[in-house]
């Protein structure tokens, strides 16, 4: 595992992730709500309008300015947030870079990082195989090195049954659900995950990783192609006389999921291994305050 | 089908090749763990099945090509039988009569028409009915009776038709036809029938009251395909004209143009051509007299040429002469004066004792013919009018020894040889590259000349220089002209020019200068040859003559006697002095058989009992059509392989969605 970069650390500690229920989710990029009310966490200053309670007024503000103005209080609330991160032997392919799933282990951690700096409650767990298996990570410092580090331990193998991290999410009920995946799993199992985000109080984020590669297929040798999941999946060609082909049906692929998790209001991310780490995270979490 | 060459079947071991570099290839594949693989795997699913289907697309065609190209030089062909008409059937008695004439030696398809004619009666023999009596015999030689033997035996017919061969003067095949007419007249059978296989159809005579219904079939020897329009039998060259006889064989009339080539491709000669159906005819076109040279005749217009359609002749002179000439212009009264005295003494020492002295006005009279040798001792002032007679003479054939004895004119040309008339001063001493002895050499180093100088450009007009001064002008000078040879001698041989003939070694020069002027000559060649004429070696070509080689590119040493000249064609005789090569053509005799005639008697259909001969159908084109259709595909699966277009990737600019 590679050394986590304490300046992206520093700066992360002014970054948040919203959590956006149900209601929020059907008008998601619009605008943000706090739904300010009697709960216990100031939330901020606003003028005295008649008929505000007196209670709220703040009178050191009226002592020192002698203007009136009232403190805002809402509902503080631990969210739990599960972070996925597949662990299948697809995510241990590397076509150059670094493999997808030493891509996937570091943002896990850093995304990990925001959530419990903003008071979260945030597990960790790798799922492959039909298994979730959490890893611990307890919110400090030091627990996000222990995160890296055991992350840094998984071996990639067998396929992306999802079965588990759906069960998992049914049972737990966490409000924020991040899965880091290469999303090579059937239709009807992805369509399964989608509807995770129909759940009351769950927001599913997707965060879909790919190798540039498999993008671009700059392939130019008489090459024998396998697909280290699917045995059966291999083809001996020259990649010259099938990359349209290849191009088009992963271009179709990726509109169908672009698509459908539009459909189900998933937020949905793209990420090729290939950017640094920094600029994936920091566009992200912006790309996520916007769109929530 | 078969093959005519097995042998170039062994290159069918480069049908590995494919196979090997294909095997090669795979074992070199780059292994690449690509999980995204799937999505190409999972739209298209046939889509592996296809690329295998492909890749085994083009191994099949490339091994295809090469088989089949390989197989293109196997020369295959096809036996096919082919339907030529009703076969003898029971109570018969019949006789084959086949065309033995000179015109069975015409080649068509690689073959001379006596094959087809063989292979056609042997077809009938086969599918004789049993009781059939049958004999075989083609035209027997001029003056004689065709012999007929009936038999029943197919064997022994069989062994009749190997024994038949072409007849160099055939009888005239209507009197054959006729004498086989009589003698199927005593057969003890039903039906009687003549069959006639000839590539020519004859004028046959009004069926007569004793004929005892013997009827006469005419048969086409190459029933499918057989030769169209006009055929040259043979060009025979005579005196002044080559005698070329066509036939016209088909049922269509002919106009066109009958040419005569000469010299390479120059056309000498086109007569008018005009030939009703079935007609032959004997066309005289005319032909420079005394000169040798190989020549063709032939039809014209023919789209395309076909190869009866051509005859190669050769045009030359008969027999070696030994007639030698001193020529002079004027006679002196004082024999010591007469420059041809040191020349005739000499002569006398070197065996030619009466070397016949005559004067241009003599020669006109009797002009020397190809084969004789002259020596002309000329003074330079007679060298104008006697350079267009010795022109004359060279192009006749003979070998001329031109001696000037004095300065010619300022300039002139003779024989592409231009002169400058002046001499240059004394040179003493002269070599010569004709074969002398010792002391010969020895003796020519002292002789003082005074040389004429010839213009530089001489020297590359073909003349081969065979003695220099010793200042490096040349003396001696000889090229082939015309159909002769020419020799110039600018030593002069009088006393006004030179001292050689004083010196004791001139009577040895004359030799050697008259033997290289008498063995220059062409080798006597005899104008036709009959077939099965031997071939002697002429006295001119004693064991230089190496090889004969025949028409069909083998070649025989001569040395061994006398050779036979059996083909039809152009025979080469290759000499090893100077490399020089002669030809002579073995042509058909002019007397044979064919004359004008006319189709009276169409051929009789058959109505029964079809009876087939093989025939051999040449594959080679279309195996290579095969080859070239089967490379196309290829070719085009092949770079569908290789094609790529510069598409991007799918964007990966999409890092969030959803609502």
Request: hydrophobic content about 45%.
């Amino acid at each position: 595992m590679p050394r986590l970069d304490p300046d992206l650390l520093t700066l992360l500690h002014r970054c948040r992730i919203e959590v956006r229920t149900n209601r929020e989710k059907a008008y998601a990029g619009l605008h943000r709500s706090h739904h300010p009310g009697d709960g216990l966490e100031f939330v901020e200053f606003r003028e005295y309008h008649p008929g505000d309670a007196i209670r709220f007024l703040d009178w050191r503000v009226l002592a020192r300015t002698d203007r009136l103005y009232v403190r805002r209080f809402g509902h503080e609330s631990a969210v739990m947030a599960h972070i996925y991160v597949d662990a299948s032997a697809s995510m241990g392919v590397a076509l150059g870079g670094p493999t997808k799933l030493a891509f996937a282990s570091e943002l896990a951690v850093y995304l990990a990082f925001v959530l419990a700096h903003q008071g979260d409650r945030v597990h960790v767990s790798t799922f492959r195989e039909g298994r979730v298996a959490p890893l611990p990570f307890t919110g400090g410092s030091d627990a996000v090195r222990g995160l890296s580090d055991a992350l840094a331990a998984v071996v990639p193998r067998g396929d992306s049954d999802l079965a588990a991290l759906l069960r998992d999410v049914e049972l737990e009920r966490p409000q924020l659900v991040l899965v880091i995946s290469d999303l090579l799993v059937e239709a009807d199992v992805l369509d399964r995950l989608l509807r995770v985000s129909r759940m009351e109080g769950v927001d599913l984020r997707l965060l879909h990783l790919l190798d540039r590669r498999e993008l671009d297929f700059d392939f130019d040798a008489y090459t024998r192609f396998e697909d280290p999941e699917e045995r059966s999946f291999k083809l001996e060609v020259h990649p010259r006389s099938i990359r349209d082909r290849y191009l088009d049906a992963l271009a179709g692929y990726l509109r169908r999921l672009e698509i459908a998790t539009s459909d189900q209001a998933v937020a949905y991310a793209r990420i090729v291994t290939d950017t640094p780490m920094r600029q994936a995270v920091l566009r992200y979490l912006q790309e996520g305050r916007r769109g929530t | 089908m078969g093959l005519e060459r097995w042998l170039v079947l062994v290159f069918l071991a480069t049908l590995a090749v494919p196979v090997l570099l294909e095997r090669l290839r795979r074992r070199r594949a780059l292994p690449v763990e690509l999980p995204a693989i799937r999505h190409l795997l999972r739209e298209h699913a046939p889509f592996q099945r296809v690329l295998a289907l492909r890749r085994w697309l083009v191994l099949v065609l490339r091994v295809a090509a090469i088989g089949f190209l390989v197989l293109t030089f196997a020369r295959p062909y096809l036996e096919r039988d082919v339907r030529v008409g009703r076969g003898i059937g029971p109570d018969t008695a019949a006789v084959i009569v086949l065309d033995t004439s000179p015109l069975a030696r015409v080649q068509v398809e690689e073959e001379p028409l006596l094959a087809a004619e063989r292979a056609l009666a042997e077809g009938f023999v086969r599918a004789r009915a049993a009781d059939a009596l049958v004999a075989i015999t083609g035209l027997s030689p001029a003056g004689s009776a065709p012999r007929v033997v009936f038999e029943q035996d197919g064997t022994l017919l069989l062994d009749h038709l190997a024994a038949l061969d072409v007849v160099g003067e055939p009888e005239d095949p209507t009197r054959v036809l006729e004498a086989a007419r009589s003698s199927l007249a005593a057969q003890p059978r039903a039906n009687r029938e003549v069959i006639w296989i000839s590539a020519r159809r004859l004028a046959l005579p009004e069926r007569r009251d004793d004929d005892a219904g013997v009827r006469i079939v005419q048969v086409h020897p190459i029933p499918d395909d057989p030769p169209r329009g006009v055929m040259i039998v043979d060009a025979v060259p005579e005196a002044g004209a080559v005698v070329s006889r066509v036939a016209n064989l088909s049922a269509e009339p002919f106009r066109g143009k009958l040419q005569v080539y000469g010299h390479g491709q120059r056309v000498l000669h086109a007569a008018a051509l005009s030939l009703d159906a079935w007609e032959t005819a004997s066309v005289p076109l005319p032909i420079p007299q005394g000169e040798t040279f190989l020549g063709s005749v032939r039809v014209s217009p023919a789209t395309p040429l076909e190869r009866y359609q051509v005859r190669y002749f050769a045009a030359g002179h008969a027999g070696p002469s030994t007639r030698t000439f001193l020529v002079r212009a004027g006679a002196e009264e004082d024999p010591r004066l007469d420059p041809h005295f040191f020349l005739r003494s000499a002569l006398r020492a070197v065996g030619e004792a009466s070397p016949r002295v005559a004067s241009l006005a003599d020669l006109e009279n009797d002009p020397p013919r190809a084969g004789d040798w002259i020596l002309v001792a000329a003074e330079g002032t007679e060298l104008p009018a006697l350079l267009p007679v010795v022109r004359a003479w060279l192009d006749a054939g003979a070998r001329v020894g031109l001696l000037l004895q004095s300065e010619p004119p300022p300039t002139f040309d003779l024989a592409g040889a231009t002169l400058v008339g002046v001499s240059n001063g004394v040179h003493r001493g002269f070599t010569s590259s004709l074969p002398l002895s010792t002391e010969l050499a020895a003796c020519l180093a002292d002789v003082t000349t005074r040389a004429l100088i010839l213009a530089s450009e001489t020297r590359a007009a073909g003349y081969e220089t065979l003695a220099i001064t010793d200042d490096g002008l040349p003396l001696l000078l000889g090229r082939r002209s015309g159909a002769g040879y020419l020799l110039i001698d600018l030593t002069g041989l009088v006393p006004a020019r030179t001292d050689l003939p004083y010196h004791a070694c001139f009577p040895a020069w004359i030799e050697a200068l008259v033997n290289h002027v008498a063995n220059a000559t062409l080798a006597p060649a005899r104008t036709v040859f009959v077939e099965g004429d031997a071939f002697d070696a002429p006295p001119g070509l004693p064991a230089s003559v190496t090889s004969v080689a025949d028409p069909d590119g083998r070649a025989r040493s001569l040395d061994a006697g006398p050779v036979r000249l059996d083909a039809v064609g152009l025979h080469r005789v290759r000499t090893d002095d100077r490399g020089r090569i002669v030809t002579w053509e073995v042509a058909v005799n002019p007397r044979a058989d064919l004359d004008r005639a006319a189709l009276e008697w169409p051929a009789e259909a058959a109505p029964a009992d079809d009876l087939t001969v093989p025939r051999r159908i040449d594959l080679s084109d279309l195996v290579l059509v095969l080859a070239l259709l089967v490379l196309v595909p290829e070719v085009v699966v092949a770079l569908s392989f290789s094609r790529r277009r510069a598409r991007p990737g799918p964007s990966d600019e999409k890092l969030s969605s959803g609502s």
